[in-house]
């Protein structure tokens, strides 16, 4: 079992910066793939960023390429992601997620956070 747990969301301008993180529990943190997913209001979850348990490997959706970037820290049990740029089409609640391989799919996902608000204001 994993319990996931983001912090670092927040109101930001658009063109403003947000760093938020997800700190995992137990001893296995390395052995995950981690990702980050978003949903708006209204609308379904939606993949954002992943990376490989050794963070050698990314994948990101197109919308924020460029702008977000994944990165983990294995000895403190933490996966970041760095918002850049930001747009008022960012706002949505941020859900990170830990599981065997790096996909797009929300249910190929085992663990979930419980979310971060980001909200960027025009």
């Known amino acids: 079992q994993v319990q996931l747990v983001e912090s670092g969301g927040g109101l930001v301008q658009a063109g403003g910066s947000l760093r938020l993180s997800c700190t995992a529990s137990?001893?296995?943190?390395?052995?995950?793939?981690m990702g980050w997913f978003r949903q708006a209001p209204g609308k379904e979850r939606k993949f954002v960023a992943a990376?490989?348990?050794?963070?050698?490997?990314?994948l990101y959706t197109d919308s924020v390429k460029g702008r977000f970037t994944i990165s983990r820290d294995n000895a403190k049990n933490t996966v970041y992601l760095q918002m850049n740029s930001l747009k008022p089409e960012d706002t949505a609640v941020y859900y990170c997620?830990?599981?065997?391989?790096?996909?797009?799919?929300?249910?190929?996902?085992?663990?979930w956070g419980q979310g971060t608000q980001v909200t960027v204001s025009s």
């Open positions: 137990g001893r296995t943190f390395s052995s995950y793939a």
């Open positions: 990376l490989n348990g050794s963070g050698s490997s990314t």
């Open positions: 997620a830990a599981g065997r391989f790096v996909v797009v799919a929300t249910t190929s996902w085992n663990y």
